[in-house]
Every structure is written in structure tokens, then in C-alpha cells.
């Protein structure tokens, strides 16, 4: 009987950094793998299962995810720059403060996912699934849109200066302080606006930090 293939090792450092560049790790089973600060760039990682998977501030710029399995995965304060990112499955993954500029993710699954401060400025995104998406806070200026489907996404404070939306689905989406008129070419059906808070919740949500602060303060003391 043949031995299952053993999933790459990827904890050995060099001089307490793991430098993993231009390797080809297309394939490998990495379901899990935490690659806090690695350095990945032009690494091949086709059809990688990286399911569950952790990558804080990892310099992935040039780095090839055609295909690769992604769901669930944490990107925080990752580089993509120019990344190729080709029907990359990311249901689900939250990418918090990423660099993605010039990355390529046609038809990429980004269903659920939650973008969260990330520059995605001159990113191609063309036929991707945002469906259900949450992006917050992100930079995508000159994106390409087209085909992509938003059904259901939430875009709040974001930048679509240039965009290309030509052909989007965007049934069921909403959105707050996006201008929309700055697009290249806007939806066709432009996403529900979301009503501003009143001016008084942040008022009030401060305060409540207030007081909580001073309870754990005086229990502190009394402690």
C-alpha cells in the first residue's frame, strides 16, 4: 500500500526567519501551517492546500496561488503585490491590512470573506465570487470588477475611484460612504445605501468604555 505523501515542513528557520522564496511548493498539503513573518516571494504554490491557514506579515509579493485552497485562512498585514491569485478558493478568509496592488484574482471564491483595510488598487478581480463578501476600509482604486458577483457584499469606506464594474451583480448588496460616481463604469444597479448611525452612538459607546474603565480600575485596587 502506498504511504500518504507527508505535508511540507515549513517551521525550519534560518536565522529565525524562515525564507521559503522562489520555491516551488505547488501541491502541498499545508492545511493549518502558521508562516508568521516568512518570506515567500515568486514561491509556487499551485493547487496548495493551505485550508485553516495563518500568514501574518509574510512578503508573498510575485507569489503564484493559481488554484490553491485557501479557505478559512487569516492574511494579516500580507504582501501580494502582483500576486497570482487565479481561481484561488478564500470562502470565508478575513484579510486584514494586506497589500494586494496589482494582484490577479480572476475568478477567484471570496465568498464570505472579510476584507478588511487592504490596498487593492489596480487589482483585477474580474468573474470573482464576492457573494456574501464584507470589505471595510480598502483601497481599489482602477479594480477590475467585471463579471464579479456581489451579491449580498457589504462595502463600507471604500475607495472605487477608476473602478470597473461592468457586468457586476450586485443584488441584495449595500453599501456606506462609497461614491460610486468615481467608478470607471458604476454597476448598473448601484447597492443599497446603509443609513449613517446617529450622530450619538459614538458618544455613548465611548462613554460606556469610560465607566468600564473605571470599574476594572477600582477592582484592580481593591484587588
Known sequence: MEQEKEPLEVTVEW??????????????????????????VRTLLRKANLTGSVLVGADMAE??????QLTGSKLVGVNFRKGLLHRARLA???IVGANMENAELPEADLTGAAIIGANLVNADLSRSTLTGAHITGSNMA??????????????????VAGADFTD???ADARSRQVNWTDAK??????????????????????GV???????MLKKRRKA
Not at 26 to 40: C, H, I, N, Y
Not at 151 to 159: E, I, S, Y
Not at 185 to 206: Q, S
Request: glycine share 10%; charged share 20%.
Open 15 to 40: 536565522q529565525g526567519q524562515a525564507d521559503l522564496s522562489e520555491k516551488d511548493l505547488s501541491g502541498q498539503d499545508l492545511t493549518g501551517a502558521k508562516l508568521t513573518g516568512r518570506r515567500m
Open 142 to 159: 482602477n479594480a477590475n470588477f467585471t463579471g464579479a458577483d456581489l451579491t449580498g457584499a457589504t462595502l463600507k469606506q471604500v475607495n
Open 92 to 94: 470565508g478568509a478575513k
Open 168 to 170: 457586476a451583480r450586485t
Open 185 to 206: 463604469v458604476p454597476p448598473a444597479t448601484l447597492p443599497e445605501e446603509i443609513p449613517a448611525p446617529p450622530a450619538w452612538i459614538p458618544g455613548v459607546i465611548a
Open 63 to 68: 507569489a503564484d496561488f493559481a488554484d490553491a
Open 209 to 215: 468604555l469610560v465607566i468600564a474603565l473605571i470599574v
